[in-house]
């Protein structure tokens, strides 16, 4: 009739191992660039994200430098959400952190960046913190303001 179930479960677990593993070095063969997964920001329009597993990816440029302003929004929902943020420069050195420095709990990032391409990671710093319709109240809004900064006139 076949296999015996001894003989079978020996040979299961290693083919299912195997397939974990192709799986798992598959993802790994196809990584996802920081740059691929990026959404854009522009000064002045808002972008909605969602506070969930992993993080959101954002990204702006500078043609000269800035005065930049990152912060975050949530709805008044009643429900705390937590966003942090990270932000890097190009080469994917910390720049700066914030996780409460605006208003309610959300992030605010003031820095004077140089000219370049940088990264703002968000992500959910507490977790769902109740225990139904967690996934409704998870979204916030993260804003970008840019202030050019002007050289001095007669100084090199």
Request: one cysteine or more; charged letters at 20%.
């Amino acid at each position: 009739m076949g296999m015996t179930f001894a003989r079978w479960q020996g040979r299961a677990v290693p083919a299912l191992v195997g397939l974990m593993l192709m799986g798992v070095l598959a993802g790994c063969a196809t990584p996802v660039s920081r740059e691929a997964r990026a959404i854009e920001l522009v000064p002045g329009e808002p972008k909605d994200g969602w506070l969930g597993p992993g993080v959101d990816v954002y990204a702006f440029s500078l043609a000269v430098p800035a005065r930049v302003r990152l912060e975050s929004e949530t709805p008044a929902s009643g429900f705390t959400l937590d966003p942090n943020a990270t932000l890097y420069n190009a080469d994917g050195q910390v720049v700066a952190r914030d996780w409460r420095s605006g208003e309610g709990e959300n992030f605010r990032l003031v820095r004077v960046l140089a000219v370049g391409r940088w990264y703002l990671k968000v992500s959910d710093g507490g977790g769902c913190t109740i225990m139904t319709d967690c996934e409704a109240h998870r979204r916030y809004t993260t804003h970008l303001e840019m202030e050019p900064l002007i050289p001095l006139q007669g100084t090199h």
